[in-house]
């Protein structure tokens, strides 16, 4: 039987990193949110409902950056190299936030409302930079004989830019519909409240983004828009704005799990908008992900091991979310 | 800045973030171990002191098991960010390797991590065990891929060069390559080493200030114990450790003993104090045993051991940064050993919790493990250049294409993020230990059943 072993690879990528947005999205989305939450005890209610958790979801970025590496190393090397900047950022930011989550507690008194700013602000700095992050590969890299060529700012566009914000948006949607799901009483509506919000600014930034792409890109334009292309392809912005409606609908109608659900949805879709855009390119404009694969000696040693591991890895992640299922009260957990 | 180009800067702020990095994972993996042995004693023995110590220590583990997840992240990134050079020509075998470290160990850490910080009264006691036991493996199978790259690195086999890049062969030889065996054994019994010497400070403190509940005497104990196991254990794997550099690095061993010449053919001394110089190419106010080199490195009285003008000059490592790193990594070792050695000579005559002076001496020897991972670090890294890649790559031709203010502003962003947060994160430990491990407080971590769990 013979598969491409590159064709693997970029899926399990694909995959990662789609774990990834949904499980660091809704906890960077709550430190987001948290600006807006004035009640101390609140703010605690929030950060309780995924600090058991948020060390695993982060865990995929880092599986989503070593894959890369492993499977695509000159992919790794070029869009690493040309986005050092935003990545760096993005590196600092996550180091606050990371460490938040311990020191809100941990530090002295006159030291935790720092570690609280630094919660929200790196959550929301995390945020902005990838999908700074997001755009600059879509807008693609100048290259030249596999080496980067391009500018260190060239990721300073409107684009990318408008991304970053879109990006906020998103993570914004599935934290408050993370929240809808662990949280009861006030806090529950207000963030029934905030869904509404955050849907908006998401779809907004979906309609712009959509429009965008195909406007300034028109290899992209040509992928969509051809035909027979078009036929195939129109289920997905159909399906995600039915998906969009049903999320307004569930809020009216007070659902607790289905906002969520929908918001992975919409997620997943406009990712795999995101994939159709730019396949087979892993660096867009011109390096497809035949040119930039490791050996078929690394990429397959690398699947056994993946293979095996990954079901493992997310049975015991369900596993860990189960034993935490329910609901966080408030008040319970207090330092 | 400081007159330092590109290159510099990069490699500074590899060695920089680097260096705070391992710190984090030695304590992590010894107090991982240590929490499970912990809870282990505490399910067969019921005795309430293991379950204070594992409340206590589960505590500052959680703080500093945030720090290494966060710093850790930042050297996955930077082979991409400052040495894509690197990742383009080795990319087919390091990124392997540390995709398997990712989906091994640190899924596994994490995946239990929060069950074994939140999950007490989540969970059934049983299970609990577990996932503070996976947690610890998960630590232990991290070590075994990070090693295997690193020392990859240093004695490169099962690959072949085409198209001016790594392409693996045999991914046994890769992983097993020969100075794997004994960098693995080195750094993990490092690792165990500093954690019980932190432990046994934090101990001695407690002591000193009049505390000698049962619970801070059996801490100090258990850490003591682990110290005359494997400190003298440490000097064997480090010997060792040193014959197979001798064997396949000798440019290294050069370095590290600041020996120069050969051309009198003879045995080589022990230089134990000097300042090695490079432009002069000789080592200044050498204080030597004679004879001594070849005996430790040779085992003979005749035979001399690599000397460093037998290599080209631009093929010579950083010969007064290694010759004094490895000293003062001995020098801890020894201080070590001796500290295990007299506290069983205490222990006999019944009064180790109440000397004084060996308290005292504990208290200081709380680093001295740390200190020593980042000089033993120090000197395998530094006498491995100008390799990046031993024979192989040169560090020179692995370096990203950044511009020196572009580096310079990276290294202090660096600089100053790093020494504040990691700063205040050590400073809420030691505040935390000062606690002790009697005082109970219910913190952030007890997250008690809520409705609708069954």
Redesign the interface.
Known sequence: MHFDLSVIWFAIIVFATLMYIIMDGFDLGIGILMPFVKNEQQK?VMV?SV???W??N??W???G???????F??A??????AL??P??LM??A???R??A???R????EN?LKFWDRSFMAGSILTTFFQGIVVGAVIQGFDVEQ???VGG?LDWMAPFPIFCGFGLLATYALLGSTWLIMKTEGELQKRMFGFTNTTLMAMISALVIVSVWTPLAYPSIAQRWFSVPNLYYLIPVPVLTGLVCLKIADSVRKRKERSPFMMALIIVILGFAGLGISIWPNIVPPGISIWDAA??A??QS??LV??MI??PV?LA??FW?YY???????EG???? | MFGLDAFMLARLQFAFTVSFHIIFPAITIGLATYLAVLEGLWLKTRDPDYQKLYHFWSKIFAVNFGMGVVSGLVMAYQFGTNWSGFSDFAGSITGPLLTYEVLTAFFLEAGFLGVMLFGWHRVGEKLHFFATSMVALGTIISTFWILASNSWMQTPQGHEIIDGRAVPVDWFAIVFNPSFPYRLAHMSVAAFVSSALFVAAAAAWHLLKGNRSSAVKKMFSMSLSVLVLLAPLQAVIGDLHGLNTLEHQPAKIAAIEGHWDNSDGEATPLILFGMPNMAAERTDYAIEIPLLGSLILRHSLTDPIPALKEFPVDERPNSPIVFWSFRIMVGLGLLMIFQGLYSMWLRKKHTLYTSNGFLKFSLMMGPSGLVAILAGWFTTEVGRQPWVVYGVQKTRDAVSSHGDLQMSISLLCFLVVYSMVFGFGYYYMIHQIKKGPDVIEHDEHDMATVSGRI
């Open positions: 605690d309780n600090a058991p958790v060390d695993g982060e865990t970025i880092v599986l950056g070593a894959s890369l590496f492993g499977a190393p000159l790794y090397a070029i869009i690493i190299e050092t900047i990545l760096t590196l600092i996550l180091i606050f990371g460490v989550f311990e020191f507690f941990k530090a002295l030291h596999r080496v980067f260190q490791s050996p000696s690394s040693f690398m091991g993946a591991i990954i890895i015991y992640t860990s034993v935490f299922a329910g609901k966080v009260k319970e957990a207090y330092h």
